[in-house]
C-alpha cells in the first residue's frame, strides 16, 4: 500500500523558513515524479513544485525564488524549502505523486 506522510509544518514569522519532508512507502519512488500542492482557508488547492525523477523541478511563477523543491531517492524522501515566508503562504501543504496524496501539514505564518 502506497503512503506519502508529510512533516515538517508549524508556525513560523514572516520572513521566517520551514523545510517540509514527505516520506514515500509502498512504491517505486525513485521512478516517480513528486510535487506538493497547499489548499488555504476557504481555497481551491493550488499548485506549488513539481520534480521529475531526475530531478527537473517548475514552480509557479509567485513561488519562484522562495520555494525549492528536492528529492533524495535513497531516503524515499521528497523535501520543501520554503523561505521568505508569508502570512498568504499559510496553508496546509500536500505531497503527492500524482496518484495518491498525504495527510498534508499545517504551515501557519503569522506575526
Known amino acids: 500500500q502506497v503512503q506519502l506522510v508529510e512533516s515538517g509544518g508549524g508556525a513560523v514569522q514572516p520572513g521566517g523558513s520551514l523545510r517540509l519532508s514527505c516520506v514515500v512507502s509502498g512504491s517505486m519512488f525513485s521512478n516517480e515524479v513528486m510535487g506538493w500542492y497547499r489548499q488555504a482557508p476557504g481555497k481551491q488547492r493550488e499548485f506549488v513544485a513539481r520534480i521529475t525523477r531526475v530531478g527537473n523541478t517548475n514552480y509557479p511563477d509567485s513561488m519562484k525564488g522562495r520555494f525549492t523543491i528536492s528529492r533524495d531517492n535513497p531516503k524515499n524522501t521528497v523535501y520543501l524549502q520554503m523561505n521568505n515566508l508569508k502570512p498568504e503562504d499559510t496553508a496546509v501543504y500536500y505531497c503527492?505523486?500524482?496518484?495518491?496524496w498525504g495527510q498534508g501539514t499545517r504551515v501557519t505564518v503569522s506575526s
Open positions: 503527492t505523486n500524482f496518484d495518491r
